[in-house]
């Protein structure tokens, strides 16, 4: 364990977060033996946490030690240690936000814990894409947090554009809030303080390059986190946060605290177990579907209006923006085949994990004869 000289300020535990929920899965004597800290940096081989006595970095356990290995902890988390600041155990997550591992790995990705609001950043100039803000309305109705898309960058597109882009998001859900903004410039602080709270935690997520950095300096009042210029030849901002952090955001005249997690930008978001959130995400194809004729119809397109498929008549009639349909099928089939590719290798590891227990039993039986 090290004490850190972090620019984490010491804090109560109710700043970092704490409430009931998670006061409720300790005992009398957690609390006379344990001391509760949130994860606010991941490494390799450490953690860096904070308490109500400040920041600390400690190692991180090994799944020799716990079931709780590295890869199944994320910065947001909750853990306790004991009093040598060693780690005894994780705690039950509010919120969990995951994915499937970039490129080839056959493995989830922990990406935030214990979220209460998901700012999910796009660009407003040639970056913007819906199909892919979609995604991330996925991953926070999975998890059942409240998401707010920033568009960011409106300084370099005009007036009319603008309004244009913000009334596509719009279009994906009334309720959604959706903000444009130029994060340069401080007078947009006010859009977003009614979600900026003592102890509420707000995640930034987004692809490389959309102005996540330069917003999250915009909350946190100063250039905590790097950032860089606009790429002349796609407009694209240039990659700056390489690891997944958390800040305190400070209280001031506009913004009143808060936490803010910091995420690199993911150029490769593949979802997994997320059908609930896809539904959520979907759902007035969700409710367009139950009125079909037949309760298996794939709502194709060659399918006519004949054939009873309510999906494809709304298409037809305007109702329905048949990019919805592909949009949503899409991610059905994408997380359909990642959950099942996990499920599968969880059952070989457990299975793996069974033979090597059962061949160090046997030869510790035949050692002891």
Not at 101 to 112: D, H, M, N, P, T
Not at 220 to 234: H, K, M, P, S, Y
Not at 278 to 298: G, H, P, R
Not at 308 to 314: D, L, P
Request: proline share 4%; with cysteine; glycine share 6%.
């Amino acid at each position: 364990m090290t004490k850190l000289k972090s620019p984490f300020p010491i804090c109560s535990q109710t700043e970092l977060g704490w409430n009931n929920h998670f006061s409720q899965q300790l005992s009398l004597e957690d609390w006379e033996s344990y001391i509760p800290a949130r994860i606010i940096e991941q490494h390799k081989s450490k953690l860096v946490v904070a308490t109500d006595q400040g920041p600390l970095a400690i190692s991180s356990p090994t799944s020799s030690e716990n079931i709780y290995s590295p890869s199944k902890m994320t910065v947001g988390d909750w853990i306790m240690l004991d009093q040598q600041h060693q780690f005894v155990r994780l705690l039950e997550r509010i919120s969990l936000f995951s994915r499937k591992a970039a490129g080839s790995k056959v493995e989830e990705q922990l990406i935030a814990a214990n979220v209460d609001t998901l700012l999910i950043v796009s660009s407003l100039n040639q970056d913007f894409n819906l199909n892919r803000i979609e995604r991330y309305l996925v991953l926070a109705h999975e998890a059942q947090v409240e998401p707010v898309v920033v568009l960011t960058k409106a300084d370099l597109c005009d007036e009319e554009q603008k309004e244009d882009r913000v009334r596509q998001v719009q279009s994906l859900d009334p309720t959604l809030m959706v903000i444009p903004l130029n994060a340069l410039e401080p007078e947009y602080l006010k859009s977003l303080s009614p979600w900026c709270k003592p102890g509420k935690t707000l995640a930034v997520l987004g692809s490389s390059g959309v102005g996540k950095s330069t917003l999250a300096n915009l909350l946190l009042g100063n250039n905590v986190l790097a950032t860089g210029g606009i790429r002349e030849d796609d407009s694209k901002g240039r990659h700056t946060t390489t690891a997944r952090s958390l800040h305190l955001i400070p209280s001031g005249e506009i913004v009143k605290g808060g936490l803010l997690l910091d995420t690199p930008g993911m150029r490769e978001l593949q979802l997994t177990n997320s059908e609930s959130g896809i539904e959520e995400t979907f759902s007035e194809v969700m409710a367009l579907a139950e009125q079909c004729k037949f309760s298996d119809c794939t709502h194709d397109s060659a399918l006519s209006e004949k054939a009873g498929c309510a999906v494809q008549t709304a298409i037809r009639s305007g109702e329905l923006d048949e990019r919805r349909l592909l949009s949503y099928q899409k991610l059905l089939r994408e997380d359909e085949l990642n959950s099942a590719t996990l499920a599968e290798k969880r059952e070989k590891d457990r299975q793996f994990g069974r033979m090597i227990r059962t061949v160090q039993k046997e030869a510790s039986r035949h050692k002891n004869r």
